[in-house]
């Protein structure tokens, strides 16, 4: 695998765009689903706090559709914060802040104290359930009175082993179809970057910190309502599930 982008952002994200799809080819829909919370219930220009931003992928479809809105990118990933940073390159309406989750005082770094929706997806899993639920804790602190969370990520329902078996054969098959055809997986995607000459360095960090992937669970997403509840939200339900993924969403 030779392929170099360099500082070419926009092929950047859209090659993370291919990659997270060849797992999740219902991604779009979470983020739509996701996007119209937002707007029912804090309003077409929010002041947005987006989770573990990675490359920024909740950030440019929150922008694309609500070009009033503002949006807070926190991660500690040094090379999808290059590539996020890259891509909104003068655009003030985005900042973007490193900081550990794992670190209590991580909120002190963020530029607001409050925020209309905290967003996240496919990011949290890599936290263990007694961590994640100690960051709702904190995540309940920056939402304003009104305001939503919202995680779209992996959360499986142990009560039904048959059916998660049969639909993960059939993910699987489709994926290795789509991988016959030259889609890139997770460590294709992570080879490209580290033999890039411009995310090399940021890729190598990356690994540093994490490892070849962070540890974690993926707890239910009746356990993630009642987490959220629990941490002072007052409403928490799923708003859109996938036979793998739910997007569950708590109003604060």
Known sequence: MTTTLGSDWHAWQESWDRQQEW?????????????????????PAPRVLDLA???????????????????????????LLTIAEGTFAGDDRVTFVTADLKDPDWTALL??????????????????????????????????????????DHMADESTPRI????????????????AAGALDWADWWQLAAADPVLAGPTARRFEIYGVHADGDTPSAEWHARALRSAGFAEARTVWCSPSDALVLAVR
């Open 23 to 43: 797992y999740m080819p219902d991604r779009e829909e979470r983020f739509r689903v996701m996007l119209d919370m937002v707007e029912a219930l804090v309003g």
């Open 53 to 79: 931003c990675g490359t920024g992928s909740i950030t440019a479809r929150l922008l694309e559709r609500f070009p009033d809105a503002v949006s807070t990118g926190v991660d500690l990933d040094p090379a």
């Open 111 to 152: 530029p607001y104290d409050a925020y209309d929706a905290v967003l996240t997806a496919t990011a949290l899993h890599w936290l263990y359930s007694e961590p994640l639920a100690a960051l709702y804790g904190q995540v309940a602190g920056l939402v304003r009175d009104g305001g939503v969370f919202m995680n779209a």
């Open 164 to 179: 998660n078996a049969a639909e993960r054969a059939q993910r699987h098959v489709r994926m290795e179809a789509a991988k």
